[in-house]
């Protein structure tokens, strides 16, 4: 089994990767300090409207339908979903260009997150520096670069962020700012790397696919469902991680949600044969 791999060489100036560490740095500082001096009941209840919307950004946007086209939907509602990521300070583009070079050199040299290159790299340094040119990134993605909107998002990715950030410090103060839109970025950023790592160094694989993915219970429960990341990585075009019932994904039934009410349509679910598979539980 491969132990460790040599990372490509840093694409950004080190000047650019200590900016981007700067930011990351303070985007955790601020609610650690507001946490340690004092938080306010409107704190928690902004962080409990704000906090669903920015997972969801991540885990069903940036993921299962930037990343994967999970999914179908009209181009008003793609680009409200483009605005549940902008609230973590995502971008789309960014987020689904890298994270298709990932599913193309999953644990190879060219990956940019494996654990192969260590846990600093793929918890961290993939933030700071994915390894890869912006117009490397741009050109895995024509199907979303084609939306003058999502470029200006790429362009302006930190403005939404900064404009909840302007909300919640009007409503609840610098507290409400920090715990209501701070904290719930700064989280999704482990839980984001949880899965990166984790998921590709922890855990069961029900398929023999040709990575080191796994399926991690206590990923999945900690990441609304990601955690079925052997699952994503046998059929990454699906909608739904978790392939049994007893596999929550709750991620996925937020899509169903949406289905339901019309927004989206054309969800992809695993094929019956890999359902049906003597791998998979019923269910
Ligand atoms: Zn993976
Ligand atoms: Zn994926």
């Not at 200006?152 to 900064?162: C, D, F, K, T, V």
Request: glycine share 8%; aromatic share 14%.
């Amino acid at each position: 089994m491969k132990q460790t791999l040599p990372a490509r060489p840093f694409t950004r100036s080190r000047s650019a990767r200590i900016y981007t560490g700067a930011l990351i740095a303070v985007m955790h500082l601020i609610p650690i300090t507001v946490l340690i001096t004092g938080t306010s009941r409107t704190d928690w209840l902004l962080f409990a409207a704000i906090y669903p919307f920015q997972a969801i950004g991540v885990g069903v946007c940036l993921h299962r339908f930037f990343a994967h086209n999970a999914f179908r939907t009209s181009r008003w509602f793609q680009f409200v979903l483009a605005l549940f990521c902008a609230s973590t300070f995502g971008d789309p583009i960014r987020f689904a260009g890298k994270h298709r070079l990932h599913h193309l050199h999953t644990d190879c040299k060219d990956d940019p997150h494996t654990p192969l290159h260590g846990w600093w790299s793929s918890w961290f340094g993939s933030h700071l520096d994915s390894k890869y040119s912006d117009e490397e990134i741009c050109a895995q993605v024509p199907n979303l670069t084609k939306y003058p909107e999502l470029m200006w998002l790429h362009r302006n990715s930190l403005a939404p962020g900064l404009a909840l950030c302007f909300i919640a410090l009007l409503i609840g103060g610098f507290s409400g700012m920090a715990i209501g839109v701070l904290l719930g970025a700064s989280i999704l950023v482990h839980q984001s790397s949880a899965v990166n790592y984790l998921c590709h160094k922890y855990g069961r694989r029900r398929f023999d696919t040709d990575d080191l993915s796994t399926n991690n219970f206590l990923v999945s429960l900690l990441v609304f469902g990601e955690g079925w990341h052997n699952n994503h990585h046998r059929y990454p075009v699906s909608a739904r991680a978790g392939f049994c019932w007893w596999e929550i994904d709750m991620f996925y039934w937020v899509i169903c949600l949406f289905e339901a009410l019309g927004l989206i349509w054309d969800v992809k679910r695993p094929p019956e044969q890999l359902r049906q598979a003597k791998l998979l539980p019923t269910g």
